[in-house]
């Protein structure tokens, strides 16, 4: 059973040093060949400070932290349980390489479905500047198949 | 970058549409490298029987980059104000993906006028691994 008691746990902050080396980097991997998003000089022809942080990135910027699935052992959670149900990005001002972010998440909200074989754990993450201001936040649902649920093992 | 304008663009319009080559191995473990997600899930078949199933799966992360890149195409990066999806299926390793989209919505915001896309990573079985959608902001 997931203990509601952790709804709203605080997760903790970490900051990230947005690297141009990482974005080109990302963007290689899934294919992003815009030179916006992979060469300094079309992106400060478009009128960026330094490469823009694609929208899925701000992903990556939670996950590179310390013991980023240590909330897990807290909740009694296995990783191998765990499945990602869905993403939202709400933006609201761009970032660049060149940019420290600072990144803090917190559980939201844990519930069961279907007789308590699948757990539902929602966190919130907001993404904010040097000065305060907010970025970007991301909702995330992890979804995690409990007692009963697992498959049996070959 | 394409030519594909938001502002006149009607409801039911498609948005051009991405073709991803066949998901490969060496894809899954430089995305764990690249996003920061180490699942080893994703990267390392001896983990992932251990854990019941039979191969790695792609990460859902790496199939909403793609979808994202559906976004970019048409879109400067400060006009997006939503970008969000849920994960319907498993991506299995070597499928063949395909992302789609289309013009849902128009409204305004705030004042602002937007318009919101639906979008879709299906393999080629056209079973779809992502649904998710995005708003942005228009002239």
Redesign the interface.
């Known amino acids: 059973m997931l203990d509601k008691k952790y709804i709203g746990l605080e997760l903790g902050s970490h900051e990230f040093e947005i690297e141009p080396g990482r974005l080109k980097f990302f963007n290689q991997v899934i294919g992003q060949a815009n030179p916006v998003f992979t060469d300094e000089a079309a992106a400060i022809a478009a009128g960026y400070p330094g490469l823009p942080v694609p929208p899925s990135f701000y992903f990556t910027m939670y996950m590179e932290q310390e013991n980023v699935w240590g909330w897990l052992d807290t909740l009694g959670i296995e990783l191998e349980e765990v499945l990602h149900g869905s993403q939202d990005f709400a933006f609201h001002k761009p970032a660049f390489a060149g940019q420290t972010v600072t990144l803090t998440a917190r559980i939201t909200d844990i519930f069961e479905k279907k007789g308590g074989t699948l757990g539902f754990v929602i966190k919130e993450i907001t993404v904010s500047d040097t000065a305060g201001y907010l970025l970007a936040t991301q909702k995330v649902t992890l979804v995690m198949r409990r007692q009963g649920g697992n498959q049996e093992n070959a | ?1 394409h030519n594909f304008d938001l502002c006149s663009a009607a409801i039911g319009d498609a948005i051009p549409a991405i073709s ?1 080559p066949e998901l490969s191995r060496t ?1 899954l473990a ?2 764990a ?5 180490h ?1 080893p ?1 994703h990267i390392d078949i001896d ?1 992932a ?4 199933l039979d191969d790695v799966f792609g990460q ?3 199939c ?3 979808m ?2 559906l ?3 048409i879109a400067p ?2 006009k ?8 319907i299926s498993i991506t299995q390793i070597h499928a063949r993906l395909t992302c789609l989209g289309q013009v849902v919505e128009k409204m305004t915001v705030e004042g602002e006028d937007r318009v919101r896309l639906s979008l879709v990573v299906q393999d080629e079985n056209d079973d779809v691994k992502l649904q998710g959608y995005a708003v942005i902001a228009v002239q």
Not at chain 2, 33 to 37: E, F, I, K, L
Not at chain 2, 49 to 52: E, L, T, W
Not at chain 2, 81 to 87: G, K, L, V
Request: no cysteine; glycine share 10%; proline share 0%.
């Open positions: 970058m991803l894809t430089l995305f490298g690249a996003s920061g997600d699942n899930i983990f029987r251990k854990a019941g859902g992360m790496l909403m980059a793609y994202s890149r976004v970019t195409d990066l400060e997006i104000r939503d970008f969000a999806t849920r994960f």
